[in-house]
């Protein structure tokens, strides 16, 4: 499996935007790059995918790198609500597994 | 909405005992997905079912065992529990068009405690 990499932590003011970054050299052609979240004592929340183009959803977009090596998943307004670990994740087309990393911690300041 | 219901939220057994988790999928969702997560650690895939049929294995234990029944409702089974099997355990859904792009659903966990 693909493996990703992510900084440990990051900071962001409320109502500022973040970046949070994940590196991926390894990605396959048919690897999907997923992101959820995990606030404080509830289970992971799905955040955003896509494959090659970037996304964008009610809750944040995706930008993904033209060869794939990289993508950002950016949160236009970070709320005190969005503290949480995110993780970035690649999921192989025809599998039906997910590799959680070590994910990055989202601490946001009021 | 309905949401994935795991039971139950909390569990107290002691070494060398048996655990069944139980996990019910929102409606119309296919696939389950079970995952450990330790204290302090990130979630661990354990296993996975699509259409009741088991899809993917991931750092499942062979004493545990997991299956998905006709309701798709699916069970995680432990046995000869050990303290370092103590940890939540989730138990996710999804409904699958094209593996890989699902979007998972996860319960609120069961929290396992070895003792």
């Known amino acids: 499996d693909a493996k990703t990499t992510q900084p440990n932590s990051m900071e962001s003011n409320e109502e500022e935007p973040v970046h949070l970054p994940c590196n991926h050299s390894?990605?396959?052609?048919?690897?999907?790059i997923h992101w959820y979240r995990q606030l404080p004592s509830q289970g992971p929340e799905y955040v955003i995918h896509?494959?090659?183009s970037n996304v964008n959803n009610r809750m944040a977009s995706l930008a993904i790198a033209e060869d794939r090596k990289s993508s950002t998943l950016i949160l236009h307004r970070a709320t005190l609500r969005d503290a949480a670990v995110y993780y970035c994740?690649?999921?192989?087309?025809?599998?039906?597994?997910?590799?959680f990393g070590t994910g990055t911690r989202l601490k946001v300041l009021a | 909405a309905a949401g994935v219901i795991q039971s139950p939220r909390h569990l107290i057994k002691e070494k060398r005992e048996t655990a069944t988790l139980k996990c019910y999928p929102i409606p119309r969702h296919d696939t389950v997905y079970w995952y450990q997560q330790g204290p302090g650690q990130d979630p661990q895939f354990l296993i996975s079912?699509?259409?009741?049929?088991?899809?993917d294995k991931g750092s499942i234990p062979d004493r545990f065992s997991a299956q998905q029944f006709s309701d798709y409702h699916s069970e995680l089974n432990m046995s000869s529990l050990e303290l370092g099997d103590s940890a939540l355990y989730f138990c996710?859904?999804?409904?699958?068009?094209?593996?890989?792009?699902?979007?998972?659903?996860f319960g609120p966990g069961t929290r396992l405690t070895v003792t």
């Open positions: 896509g494959l090659t």
């Open positions: 390894t990605i396959s052609g048919t690897d999907y």
């Open positions: 079912f699509y259409e009741k049929m088991q899809s």
């Open positions: 994740i690649l999921r192989r087309t025809g599998t039906y597994k997910y590799i």
């Open positions: 996710a859904s999804s409904e699958v068009l094209v593996a890989g792009t699902d979007e998972q659903y």
